[in-house]
C-alpha cells in the first residue's frame, strides 16, 4: 500500500506541477460545473429535448447510473477509506477551487458520477456515447488538475461508475442497436405522399413521454398531406372507426395506418390481416413497446418508410376458445398473460380515473401481493398451479428477465413463461431472483419456445390480459400464431434522431405565420 500511495503522490506532483496551454481557465471550471452533477443533469436534458426516443433512454439510463454511483461512493465508499487530500502547495493558485472538499479523497465522486453517466449513454446509443465520454474523461482528468484529488482517487471513482452503470443492465436490459435486428422483408405499396394511406387516430391513446409542437393530426397532415385521417376521440368507438378505415384503404388499394399506443396498434393489425393491407404504426402512446421493436421510433421513420414502400413481416398471435368453449378470439401483437398481470390490469382500470394511470398500478400492485392467490389450470393436459402464465408474440430478451425487447417479429413461435404457485415462497424468491438478475436460475421460473399450446380448466380465472388490455377467458384456450400475415412499414435505414428533430422544428417554424416588419 506503501508503494502505491507513493506512486500516486508521484503522479499527482508531475500533474500538479504541469502546464497544459488553454485548459488553465477550462479545466477548473470544467470541474466546477459537474459539482452536485448539474453538467450530467444538464446534458440529460439536452439529450430529452434534442434528441429522439433513443436520446431519452440514453439520458434515463445516464442519471440512474449517476444516482446509483454517488449514492455508493458518498455514504459508503469515502466513509469507509478516509484518505486526506494531496496538498496544494504545489498547485497553482489559478487552478485551484474556491471552496475545498472537506470529505475523504478517495474515491472521486466527480470521477464516478462521470463515468456512470457517460457509460449508461453509451450502453443505450454508442453515438451520444462518444459524445458524453470525453466530457466525462475531462470532468475525472479536472479533479488531479485543480489539485482535490490524487490520480488513484479518480481512477477508483471511475471504475466505480462504470461498474453502477454496468449493474443496471441487470434490472433493466438496454434495447439494442437497430441493426441487430432480424427482419424479413415484406410487399408494401409505395405511397408518395400518403395517397392512398388511411390513418386512424386513437385521442384517447397515452399522450406518450413528452410534449409535442403539433398534434397528431397536424404532424400527420405536414409529413403526409395526401393521406386520409379519421380521429377517433375518447368517447368513440375505435373498433367501428378502424372498420371503415381499413374498407376505405381496400377499396383505393392503399394501406391502413394508426396513430396510438400498443392497444390501439393491435385492434389495427387485426383489420390490416384481415383486408390484406400493410400496417403503417405512427407510435403515439405511453410505451409503444411494439413501435419500438418494429424499429419504428417516430413519425418520421413511419412516413420514409409508407413513401418508399419499406416493410418487413410480423407474426399476429391469438388466443382462441377450443373445444367448443364460448368467447372471443383476442389477438397480441405483443403479449398475452394470465395470473397475477391481468388481476393488476384489471384493478388499475378500476382507479385509473381517479389516480391517473402510474399511481394506480402502484396501489393495485401493492394490493394484489398481499390478497392474490395461484391460480390451477392444465397446460397442454398437465394440471399447474401457476402465480404466472407469460406468452409473448416472438422470442424477447435477455434470457430469464422480465421482458424487454424483440429482435425478430416472424419467427413463429409464442415465447412462454411460467412461475410455478406450488413451490414454497414463490412469489418471494421470483421477487428475490429478479432483483438480484438470477431469474433464468431460479426453480420457481420456466422459460420455453413453441409454436401451439393448450390452456384448459380455465373456469377459476375470471380475466386474462393481452398488449394492456383485459378480457374474459373461457374453459379452454388455444395460443398459436399466424405466422408472416402482418406487412408493416419500417424504414430500411435509421435517419438520425436529431437530424428529424431538426426538420420537425424547422417545418413547425415555417408554417406560422410572418409577422410583418
Known amino acids: 500500500m506503501g508503494r502505491t500511495h507513493h506512486l500516486d503522490r508521484r503522479l499527482f506532483e508531475r500533474v500538479a506541477t504541469s502546464r497544459l496551454r488553454g485548459v488553465e481557465a477550462a479545466l477548473p471550471r470544467l470541474s466546477r460545473a459537474a459539482d452536485q452533477g448539474r453538467l450530467w443533469l444538464g446534458t440529460a436534458a439536452a439529450l430529452s429535448a434534442v434528441g429522439g426516443p433513443t436520446a431519452r433512454r440514453a439520458a434515463r439510463r445516464g442519471l440512474g447510473a449517476l444516482a446509483v454511483a454517488s ?4 455514504t459508503i465508499m469515502k466513509y469507509a477509506t478516509r484518505r486526506k487530500r494531496p496538498l496544494l502547495d504545489i498547485v497553482p493558485a489559478v487552478r485551484q477551487l474556491t471552496r475545498q472538499p ?6 472521486s465522486g ?3 458520477s462521470a463515468a456512470a453517466f457517460a ?11 462518444a459524445l458524453v465520454i470525453p466530457v466525462a474523461a475531462a470532468v475525472a482528468a479536472s479533479r488531479v488538475y485543480v489539485g482535490v484529488h490524487y490520480p488513484g482517487d479518480v481512477l477508483a471513482g471511475c471504475a466505480l461508475g462504470i461498474t453502477a452503470a454496468v449493474l443496471t443492465c441487470r434490472w433493466w436490459p438496454p434495447r439494442p442497436e437497430r441493426d441487430l435486428s432480424v427482419h424479413h422483408r415484406a410487399a408494401a405499396p409505395a405511397l408518395p405522399e400518403g395517397a392512398g394511406l388511411v390513418v386512424v387516430i386513437n385521442s384517447g391513446s ?12 397536424e404532424r400527420l397532415r405536414m409529413l403526409l398531406p395526401s393521406a386520409e385521417i379519421m380521429e377517433c376521440g375518447p368517447g368513440e368507438d375505435l373498433a367501428a372507426t378502424l372498420d371503415r ?9 392503399g394501406a391502413l395506418g394508426i396513430c396510438g399506443g400498443d392497444g390501439s396498434v393491435n385492434a389495427a393489425a387485426q383489420r390490416a390481416a384481415a383486408h390484406g393491407l400493410a400496417l403503417a404504426v405512427f407510435p403515439c402512446g405511453t410505451l409503444n413497446h411494439f413501435a419500438l421493436d418494429l424499429g419504428v421510433q417516430s413519425f418520421e421513420d413511419a412516413t420514409r418508410a409508407v413513401t418508399a414502400g419499406e416493410a418487413i413481416a410480423s407474426d399476429l398471435a391469438r388466443a382462441r376458445p377450443a373445444g367448443g368453449a364460448s368467447g372471443e378470439t383476442v389477438h397480441f401483437v405483443n403479449t398475452f398473460s394470465i395470473g397475477l398481470y391481468p ?4 384493478m388499475r382500470e378500476a382507479l385509473e380515473g381517479r389516480l391517473g394511470k402510474w399511481p394506480s398500478a402502484a396501489v393495485s400492485l401493492a394490493r394484489l401481493l398481499s390478497t392474490a392467490r395461484p391460480v390451477e389450470l392444465e397446460i397442454n393436459g398437465r394440471p399447474h398451479r401457476l402465480w404466472l402464465l407469460f406468452a409473448g408474440n416472438g422470442l424477447y430478451s435477455p434470457e430469464g428477465f422480465a421482458p424487454a425487447h424483440r429482435t425478430h417479429l416472424d419467427d413463429g413461435l409464442l415465447d412462454i413463461r411460467t412461475i410455478d404457485g406450488d413451490k414454497p415462497l414463490a412469489r418471494t424468491r421470483v421477487v428475490l431472483s429478479a432483483l438480484t438478475g438470477t431469474l433464468g436460475r431460479s426453480r420457481v421460473y420456466t422459460a420455453t419456445r413453441l409454436p401451439r399450446l393448450r390452456l384448459s380448466g380455465l373456469r377459476g380465472i375470471r380475466t386474462l390480459a393481452y398488449d394492456g388490455e383485459s378480457a374474459p377467458v373461457p374453459d379452454s384456450l388455444v395460443l398459436d400464431k399466424r405466422q408472416g400475415v402482418l406487412a408493416v412499414y419500417r424504414p430500411v435505414r435509421a435517419e438520425d434522431e436529431v437530424l428529424q428533430r431538426a426538420r420537425a422544428v424547422a417545418a413547425v417554424t415555417s408554417s406560422y405565420p410572418q409577422r410583418p416588419a
Open 71 to 74: 449514492l455508493t461512493t458518498n
Open 102 to 107: 472537506a470529505t475523504s479523497s478517495f474515491p
Open 110 to 112: 466527480h470521477a464516478a
Open 119 to 129: 457509460t449508461g449513454v453509451a450502453l443505450e446509443s454508442t453515438r451520444y456515447g
Open 206 to 217: 397515452g399522450s406518450g413521454t413528452t410534449a409535442q409542437l403539433l398534434t397528431a393530426g
Open 245 to 253: 378505415a381499413a374498407l376505405r384503404a381496400a377499396a383505393a388499394g
Open 343 to 346: 388481476e393488476l390490469v384489471r
